[in-house]
């Protein structure tokens, strides 16, 4: 299960439609690790961006 999502029907449903069976078996041995980025990085490194002196 993804970490903090409780089980349900619709969660269920959700993860049949992204992943196959075997994807599925294969995910679940990915160690799980907390996102810790903030935003301000994560906006950084998706559009390259300096936002303190909003450079390209």
């Not at 690790?33 to 961006?49: C, E």
Request: proline share 9%.
């Amino acid at each position: 299960m993804p970490q903090g999502a409780p089980p349900g029907e619709l969660l269920f449903k959700i993860l049949s439609i992204l992943f196959s069976e075997k994807e599925a078996s294969r995910i679940a041995l990915l160690p799980l690790r907390p996102f810790t980025a903030s935003a301000k990085v994560v906006y950084r490194i998706r559009y390259g961006l300096d936002l303190e002196n909003r450079r390209i």
